[in-house]
């Protein structure tokens, strides 16, 4: 054999190795291989009319817990197909909204955030078709703004409300230099209205207006693509608890990938693996810790930490990556209290959660 | 003289550089601060209003106020009795602090 011919068999068996790699990792990925008539929670019907690659395709149908709390990796491991989806690594043409009984505030924002980017990717062709969905979610994700996303007519069938409402899903873009705060304030009124309490506004701005500064400044790669460096923002209102739960979600890099080990047993850690995400985002809280490593920046992160301050049983969860911090407000003492853990799946962007009881504010004076 | 930043800059004034958005902290340092502290002595110093705009993150106040000792070079001393900042809600009283607390920080890295 020439040698010509050798370099030619080795490539052919190489490129059947990938291609063996990339449809293993296809059918893991892929809940079942789908018929594009059979179809009926969220399809693209642009494509219909198409050839047999366009008519069969990826179907996701959700679990019916998506809540980060209760079913962490099943429920991020879904919302990563669907981004995969979304991105054309998947041939997704249909998700399944049907099994779906709970779904919290903060799982419903990474919902709309994925099904808005698909929505985008594919020219806000999506369609969908809600019958089969259970009434509850169904007023849920009509509160918080997917039938308008969809361009469908508010149901008919709409379930009463129960405890909990959702306000309206806003998304925000990085080079849109003028809305930010505008769009940060009217999240504000639209909670205030739900729940019928005047907030502390002032913290709750600092918040999210540092939230923004951070997606701009660290979040994504200055070369991303436009509608791959927006944000999301929404909130919910539980009467029964009397609870305000405020989300804001980016698809960047993620704090434990932007932050850099800056002291030496960091380093040391961070070398041998052993410096975990939970860990990684603990320490971005610290004040003056900044991926741009100048003393005056750094100090955005304990924005987030004020409203919690200023609340008696207020929460603050960060998910970033792997990592989650926690920082709860004790009931008793008003300390606050930190736990961090690490997951197995990334959710691939960070998230921060505010959830605090208005009635339960804490006197500045 | 007296700038009344609700009014007369944004209601919603967020970020640290322009890349951040059209009412960041740079932005106002240098149209607003800068051209008004020229002006400005003890005996009629700058007063900034900052109730009525909806908050301010840490970056628009640092880039903002520590600005002024950091990259204008201004004697922190001198911003003290020619800066006055009024607020009437006390919940605004932690802006205060920040502010001249930035400025010191700003200050002790020079």
């Known amino acids: ?365 | 003289m007296k700038i009344d930043i609700a009014k007369d800059f944004s209601d919603t004034p967020w970020g640290r550089y322009p890349d951040d958005g059209d009412f960041c902290g740079e932005i106002f340092r240098k149209k607003f601060l800068l051209p008004n502290l020229k002006n400005a002595s003890v005996s009629d110093p700058l007063i900034i209003k900052i109730d009525g705009a909806e908050g301010f993150g840490s970056s628009f106040l640092e880039e903002a106020f520590g600005g002024l000792v950091r990259l204008d070079k201004i004697d922190p001393a001198k911003l003290k009795s020619i800066i006055k900042i009024e607020n009437e809600k006390s919940s605004f009283q932690m802006y205060v602090k920040l502010i001249w607390k930035y400025i010191e920080e700003a200050a002790s890295q020079e």
């Open chain 1, 1 to 365: 054999m020439k040698k010509q011919d050798f370099d030619h068999q080795k490539w052919l068996a190489h490129r059947d190795r990938k291609n063996r790699i990339i449809e293993c990792n296809r059918k893991r990925l892929v809940i079942h291989r789908h018929r594009f008539g059979k179809c009926h929670a969220i399809n693209n019907e642009h494509n219909t009319g198409a050839q047999e690659e366009s008519r069969s395709g990826v179907y996701i149908k959700l679990p019916p817990t998506l809540d980060l709390d209760e079913n962490y990796e099943k429920t991020v491991t879904h919302f990563r197909n669907v981004r995969r989806g979304s991105q054309r690594q998947l041939k997704l043409k249909s998700l399944n909204f049907d099994d779906i009984e709970h779904i919290s505030p903060s799982a419903a924002l990474l919902l709309a955030s994925e099904v808005d980017k698909w929505n985008q990717s594919i020219s806000w062709r999506l369609k969908a078709s809600h019958s089969s969905w259970k009434p509850q979610i169904k007023r849920l994700l009509y509160e918080m703004g997917y039938f308008e996303l969809l361009h469908i007519k508010k149901p008919t069938d709409l379930a009463e409300i129960k405890n909990t409402r959702f306000l309206k899903f806003i998304r925000g873009e990085v080079n849109n230099k003028r809305a930010a705060g505008e769009l940060a304030k009217s999240l504000r009124i639209q909670i205030e209205n739900a729940s019928g309490c005047e907030i502390k506004r002032h913290l709750l701005f600092d918040g999210l207006s540092e939230a923004i500064t951070n997606v701009t400044h660290h979040a994504y790669k200055s070369k991303s693509k436009r509608m791959f460096r927006m944000w999301w923002m929404a909130g919910a209102f539980d009467s029964e608890k009397n609870l305000v739960t405020i989300t804001f979600y980016d698809h960047g890099r993620g704090i434990p990938n932007t932050l850099p080990a800056s002291r030496f047993w960091e380093k040391l850690k961070h070398n041998f693996s052993s410096w975990n995400d939970g860990q990684k985002i603990m320490a971005a809280m610290q004040a003056g810790r900044s991926s741009t490593g100048r003393s005056e920046r750094g100090k955005g992160l304990q924005n987030f930490l004020e409203i919690i301050k200023s609340h008696t049983g207020s929460i603050l969860k960060i998910y970033s990556f792997r990592g989650c911090l926690i920082v709860k407000n004790n009931e008793n003492t008003n300390a606050l209290e930190y736990f961090q853990r690490t997951h197995t799946n990334p959710i691939q962007g960070t998230l921060i959660e505010w959830s605090f009881s208005p009635e339960k504010a804490i006197d500045e004076n």
